[in-house]
């Protein structure tokens, strides 16, 4: 899934991921579940934390948590 294929159909990806990260009690938790699961959509052949943050322009660190 490209960038702009993500981002149409984001608010739907936001509801699922608040279903599913729901039982996380810490409101970063969920921003973190959230994250993740853009970077698992968006377009890429590897699917392991640094090529996933490069994608998502954030420290692979924020992803590791």
Do not use: C, I, N, T
Request: proline fraction near 3%; hydrophobic fraction near 40%.
């Amino acid at each position: 899934m490209r960038a702009g294929e993500l981002a149409m159909v984001r608010g739907r990806l936001e509801e699922f991921s608040s279903e599913v990260f729901a039982p996380l009690v810490r409101r970063d938790w969920l921003e973190k579940g959230r994250l993740y699961l853009r970077g698992l959509l968006l377009d890429g052949r590897r699917k392991s934390m640094q090529p996933m943050a490069e994608r998502l322009g954030v420290d692979h660190q924020r992803l590791q948590q």
